[in-house]
C-alpha cells in the first residue's frame, strides 16, 4: 500500500449508492477493503437520494465519497457535485466506481469527480487513491476554517 | 487557572454554531473527536452554554435493537417538534483501526429532516462502549442548541457501563431469548439503568424476559423496584410513548433548580479522561533516568503497578518541569 503522509486524522470515507440501483456488492466490497486499511467508513444502503448524500456528508464530516454505480447511475453524479457545492462542502473529493462508458468518464471528470475506477480496478490502488485525496480533502477542509 | 485561548477562526466557528448552522457543528465535532489544538478551546468556550438538553443513553447487546430504537425515539421527538442530535458509536477493527460506520442506515427515514442531526463514530480501541471524545462531543451539540442528545453506544457486553457518567437517562434494551435468568443478575449494564426496555416485545418470550428483569431488581439495592420495565416493538414504534414519559420522568429529577441539568458527573467523567490521557502522554515523554529505575523496580518485583503509579502521581512526578524534590523522594537520593 502507498505511503501517506498528508492525513491529519483517521480518514472517514462515505461510501454509498445513489440512483436506483441496488447491486451493492461492489459498494460492500470496497467499504471492507477500506476499513481493512484502517479507514473509517460510513456505510448506507443503496438507494439514497442526493440531498441525503450531501446532508450525510456534511452531518459525519467526511473526506471521500465512493459512489457506486453499475447501472447508469453515474449519470446522477454531476447533480450530487451540484449539491455538494451547493452545501459548501467543495473540499470533499468524490471518486465512482463500476459501470462507467469510456465515453462518459470525461462527463464526470468535468463535473469534479477526482477519479473513476472501472471494473477490474486493482483495490490497492483504489484504497491509495482515497487515502490519498482523504489527505487533500482534510487540507482543504483545514483551510476553509 | 489558565485555558487555551480561542483563535480567531475558532470564535467565528462557535458564532455559527450558536447561529444553528449544522456544517459548524460537524466541524466543531470533527476538532473535538480528533483532538486538534483547537479542540480545547471551543470547548471551554461553549461550558457555559450547555446543561439544557436531554441526554439519553442507549446500551444494550448486539442485535436487541438499539439503532433500531433510536430511531423511533427521533420520530417521537420531531412529532413533539423538538430536534434531535445522535451521536452512533460503532467499534474499531483491532486489527487495522478501521471501522464500518452503519448505526444511521436505521435512521433511514429521518435522513431529509434538518431536525436531525447524526453523527457516527469508531470507537478507536476505546473500551466502556464510547469513544474517548464522546463526553465532549455532547457537551458541543447541547451549546449548539439540539434539544434532545441520543447516545448509542457499540453493541455492549456487560462492563461498558461508561454511558453512565455521560448521559442523564440510562436505557439498557435487552431483547427476548438473548439469555437466561443468570445473564439477568449478572452486575453490570443493568445496574446503570434509569429504565429497562425489552425490545421486539411481539417474540413469544419477551413476557418471559420481563419477568426475570423483574425479579432482578427486586434483589436489587434499595429503590431499584422503581425502575421501571419496558416493553416496545421499536419497528413499529409501540410502547415508545410511554418510553418517553418515562424518560421526561427520569430527566426531570436530574434537573436542578434552575431547570438545567447537573453536569458534574459528566465533566468529571471527562476530567478523569483528560486526566488520564496527559499522565500517559507526560509519561511516554518522560526519558529520565527515575523512570527507568521505577520501571528496573517493577521487573524485579520491588513494586508493583499501583504503588509505582501512586509513586509517580503523589510525588508530582508527572508535572511539566521536573521538580527536584519530587526526583529524590522517587529516587531516594
Redesign the interface.
Known amino acids: 500500500m502507498s505511503e501517506v503522509t498528508n492525513l491529519?486524522?483517521?480518514a472517514k470515507v462515505l461510501v454509498t449508492k445513489i440512483g436506483l440501483d441496488g447491486h451493492d456488492r461492489g459498494s460492500r466490497i470496497v467499504?471492507?477493503a477500506?476499513?481493512?486499511?484502517?479507514?473509517?467508513?460510513?456505510?448506507?444502503?443503496p438507494w439514497?437520494?442526493i440531498?441525503?448524500v450531501a446532508?450525510?456528508a456534511?452531518?459525519?464530516?467526511v473526506d471521500v465519497i465512493g459512489v457506486s454505480s453499475l447501472a447508469t447511475d453515474h449519470l446522477l453524479v454531476p447533480k450530487l457535485m451540484k449539491e455538494l457545492h451547493k452545501?459548501?462542502l467543495d473540499y470533499v473529493k468524490v471518486i465512482v466506481g463500476g459501470i462507467v462508458p469510456d465515453n462518459e468518464e470525461q462527463d464526470l471528470l468535468d463535473a469534479g469527480v477526482a477519479r473513476v475506477f472501472h471494473p477490474g480496478a486493482d483495490m490497492a490502488d483504489i484504497v491509495g487513491t482515497v487515502q490519498s485525496l482523504a489527505g487533500e480533502a482534510q487540507n482543504d477542509?483545514a483551510r476553509q476554517? | 487557572m489558565t485555558k487555551s485561548e480561542l483563535s480567531e477562526a475558532g470564535r467565528r466557528l462557535i458564532e455559527r454554531l450558536y447561529a444553528g448552522n449544522p456544517a459548524a457543528l460537524s466541524r466543531a465535532i470533527t476538532e473535538v473527536e480528533n483532538e486538534t489544538a483547537h479542540a480545547a478551546s471551543l470547548l471551554a468556550a461553549v461550558q457555559k452554554s450547555t446543561g439544557k438538553a436531554i441526554t439519553i443513553g442507549i446500551t444494550g447487546p448486539p442485535g436487541a435493537g438499539k439503532s433500531t430504537l433510536v430511531n423511533a425515539l427521533i420520530g417521537e421527538y420531531r412529532a413533539q417538534d423538538k430536534t434531535v442530535a445522535v451521536i452512533a458509536v460503532d467499534p474499531s477493527s483491532p486489527l487495522s483501526g478501521g471501522a464500518i460506520l452503519g448505526d444511521r442506515i436505521r435512521m433511514a427515514e429521518h435522513s431529509h429532516d434538518t431536525g436531525v442531526f447524526v453523527r457516527s463514530f469508531a470507537s478507536r480501541g476505546h473500551l466502556g462502549g464510547l469513544s474517548r471524545t464522546a463526553g465532549r462531543v455532547i457537551d458541543l451539540m447541547d451549546a449548539a442548541g439540539w434539544d434532545i442528545i441520543l447516545i448509542e453506544t457499540v453493541g455492549a457486553g456487560q462492563s461498558e457501563v461508561e454511558v453512565a457518567d455521560i448521559a442523564a437517562v440510562k436505557i439498557v434494551v435487552s431483547a427476548p431469548g438473548l439469555g437466561d435468568d443468570i445473564q439477568a443478575i449478572k452486575a453490570g449494564i443493568l445496574e446503570i439503568a434509569d429504565i429497562l426496555v425489552v425490545n421486539k416485545c411481539d417474540q413469544p418470550l419477551a413476557d418471559q424476559t420481563k419477568r426475570s428483569l423483574k425479579a432482578m431488581l427486586k434483589l436489587k439495592r434499595q429503590g431499584s423496584q422503581d425502575i421501571p420495565v419496558l416493553g416496545t416493538v421499536a419497528t413499529t414504534s409501540e410502547g415508545l410513548p410511554e418510553l418517553v414519559g418515562e424518560i421526561t420522568i427520569a430527566d426531570e429529577k436530574q434537573r436542578l433548580g434552575t431547570g438545567l441539568v447537573d453536569r458534574k458527573p459528566r465533566l468529571r467523567r471527562n476530567l478523569a479522561e483528560a486526566l488520564g490521557q496527559l499522565a500517559k502522554q507526560r509519561l511516554r515523554q518522560n526519558t529520565s533516568p527515575e523512570i527507568d529505575a521505577l520501571v528496573a523496580a517493577l521487573e524485579s518485583g520491588e513494586t508493583d503497578y499501583m504503588a509505582a503509579a501512586e509513586t509517580l502521581l503523589d510525588g508530582g512526578y508527572l508535572g511539566a518541569v521536573a521538580d527536584t524534590a519530587a526526583r529524590a523522594r522517587i529516587t531516594g537520593s
Do not use: I
Open positions: 491529519v486524522r483517521p467499504a471492507a477500506l476499513r481493512d486499511a484502517g479507514l473509517e467508513v460510513v456505510y448506507t444502503a439514497q437520494e440531498p441525503t446532508k450525510l456534511l452531518e459525519e464530516d452545501a459548501g477542509a476554517l
